[in-house]
């Protein structure tokens, strides 16, 4: 009898795992997903993979999407530069398994992770990363590590749930013959706000939102996380066995992030490995007003200024800087 149960607990599990599955990988609404921001990811990616060398790759979450004019940096620096930042979200470790599987000889990498992703266990992705295996399936190769499987699966099962009661809507609404409302959204999170070397640039002309700037600077939670380091480190000497140059840089904070945040940046900073940094937390605090929407998106000022500050502490190790200082 206890063998029949657990036989049918068991088929019954399996069942549901198949069915969770098929929802979760069900093309639903692909074609909002083919214009999304995080849909974004398959061409940064593209450009990664593609032919060249001698490349200058600046990797990270949105503050480096926002943030960085990777046109200038390349007629500053002649290196083809590619723009890799996306999302926090997507985990600091998978954008770490892309760079240490796609770097070659005589690139640079420049990664500016955020401070959210050393607390917690944001560097091994969000709800975010569940979205983008979902639809780009490829995807799946940078989450290869049972730390980062965890999350995926949890956060999965909330895109199943949201998936599914979604469904279930829409044939409630065909069902009853209304009439199913769909606004149309403006917003600078698309894939085409993009320009081709990865940098968001819809917002540039956009007007500031100066409240969610002030709503966005939040007291990270979540204690230090030390994989977050190492992570680090096991990619720094990828990157170095293969003849590039590896580089950490802290991200751009508004005055307000900081005043909340100062002493945990602080930390992350007193964990890094002096080899890989050139500067300290406190170079990269800007006013709010240079900011956009959340304390790591940039506005077109804001941007210019830290592209001029990233370009001076590139130039120690590249050709010469011809920058007003």
């Not at 200058?56 to 390349?74: C, E, H, R, W, Y």
């Not at 085409?192 to 709503?215: I, N, Y």
């Not at 007193?270 to 998106?297: C, G, K, V």
């Amino acid at each position: 009898m206890v063998v029949k149960l657990l036989s049918r607990a068991a088929a019954l599990t399996v069942l549901a795992v198949f069915v969770e599955g098929m929802i979760f990988f069900c093309p639903v609404e692909r074609a909002a997903w083919e214009n999304s921001y995080l849909a974004a990811w398959r061409v940064k990616h593209q450009r990664l993979i593609a032919p060249g060398d001698n490349r200058l790759i600046v990797a990270g979450g949105s503050n480096v999407a926002f943030g960085v004019d990777s046109s200038t940096l390349q007629s500053v620096t002649q290196r083809t530069t590619i723009n890799m930042g996306l999302h926090g979200g997507l985990g600091l470790r998978s954008v770490l398994y892309d760079i240490e599987e796609n770097v070659r000889d005589h690139d640079t990498v420049v990664l500016i992770p955020e401070y959210e992703h050393f607390y917690g266990d944001i560097m091994n992705g969000e709800l975010e990363a569940a979205n983008l295996v979902r639809h780009e399936p490829s995807a799946l190769r940078y989450f290869s590590s049972w730390k980062q499987r965890g999350p995926l699966v949890r956060n999965g099962l909330t895109v199943v749930r949201g998936t599914t009661f979604d469904q279930i809507d829409k044939v409630k609404t065909i069902v009853l013959g209304r009439a199913r409302e769909v606004g149309t959204v403006k917003t600078v999170y698309r894939r085409d706000a993009f320009d081709a070397h990865g940098d968001m640039v819809s917002h540039l002309d956009d007007t500031p939102k100066p409240d969610r700037v002030a709503a966005s600077a939040i007291r990270i939670s979540g204690t230090f996380n030390e994989d977050a380091i190492e992570a680090i480190a096991r990619t720094a000497a990828v990157v170095i066995a293969r003849g590039a140059e590896f580089l950490v840089v802290y991200p751009p904070v508004s005055a307000t992030y900081w005043s909340v945040n100062a002493d945990l940046a602080k930390e992350v900073a007193a964990r890094m490995p002096a080899q890989w940094i050139r500067t300290t937390p406190d170079d990269w605090i800007f006013d709010d007003h240079l900011f956009y929407d959340t304390s790591y998106h940039l506005n077109r000022h804001g941007r210019e200024l830290r592209t001029k500050k990233l370009l001076r502490v590139l130039e120690a190790g590249m050709k010469p800087v011809n920058i007003d200082r």
